[in-house]
């Protein structure tokens, strides 16, 4: 093997001492369990500094919008694309970047964007999933390779919430951007780890509109 192909090897060999990463963390106003930022980094940084791997970070674009809630108030919105240059000890790198959204109310979004790039970087590069039942049989459709990603039967869910709570087209899709806390274009924006939450939001829109 070549000296310019060790981050290669590196990289091959932190994938597999990446530990799964549990949805340890609890959302408690909606109700869901979700993968921290602070246990992703815990899980990837144990086997980068074993591996002797180093993550450079740069910043490529940040940007920023508002918008109002359902309720009136005005959410601060980021954008942020950012990549990831990987380095051996022998100087050779591998580049890789990554996308993040978020919405705060006060001056955190951009953090929080930053945050939600990282941490989908690691899923998405050492496929730091949870941990699965090896023995249960598993049909391999998009969502089992990339759980994180909305089935077609997650997609119908989220329209019967919608239809239930008398909303469709762009005023079901803004109800969404309220329910996650950031902007949105269609269903394919969306991970599974947000339909709790656009559940809880629609079926109270519901119950708000049969009263």
């Known amino acids: 093997m070549s000296e310019n192909q060790l981050i290669f090897k590196k990289m091959a060999e932190v994938l597999a001492d990446t530990m799964p990463?549990?949805?340890?963390?609890?959302?408690?106003a909606q109700k869901f369990a979700f993968r921290s930022i602070d246990d992703t980094v815990a899980s990837v940084r144990k086997?980068?500094?074993?591996?002797?791997?180093a993550i450079l970070p740069e910043v490529l674009t940040v940007e920023r919008d508002?918008?109002?809630?359902?309720k009136g108030a005005t959410m601060n919105v980021a954008h942020v694309l950012v990549s990831y240059t990987f380095m051996a000890e022998d100087g050779s790198s591998v580049l890789t970047s990554m996308t993040g959204s978020a919405a705060d109310s006060g001056d955190k979004a951009v953090s929080k964007a930053l945050s939600m790039a990282f941490k989908y970087m690691c899923f998405q590069t050492f496929l730091c999933g949870t941990d699965g039942?090896?023995?249960?049989?598993?049909?391999?459709?998009?969502?089992?390779?990339?759980?994180?990603?909305?089935?077609?039967?997650?997609?119908?869910?989220?329209a019967e919430f919608g239809k239930r709570a008398q909303l469709e087209g762009d005023a079901l899709r803004l109800a969404i951007q309220d329910a996650v806390g950031r902007a949105i274009n269609s269903t394919s924006d969306l991970v599974r780890d947000d339909l709790p939450e656009i559940e809880?939001?629609?079926?109270?829109?519901?119950?708000?509109?049969?009263?």
Do not use: C, F, R, W
């Not at 508002?66 to 359902?70: H, M, N, P, Q």
């Not at 969502?143 to 909305?150: N, S």
């Not at 809880?200 to 009263?211: F, H, K, Q, R």
């Open 21 to 28: 990463v549990e949805k340890n963390g609890y959302n408690q």
């Open 200 to 211: 809880a939001y629609l079926s109270e829109m519901e119950t708000v509109g049969n009263l």
């Open 133 to 158: 039942d090896p023995d249960a049989e598993v049909v391999e459709t998009a969502a089992t390779i990339d759980p994180t990603i909305l089935t077609a039967k997650d997609k119908a869910k989220i």
């Open 66 to 70: 508002t918008y109002l809630t359902g």
């Open 47 to 53: 086997a980068l500094v074993k591996h002797g791997v």
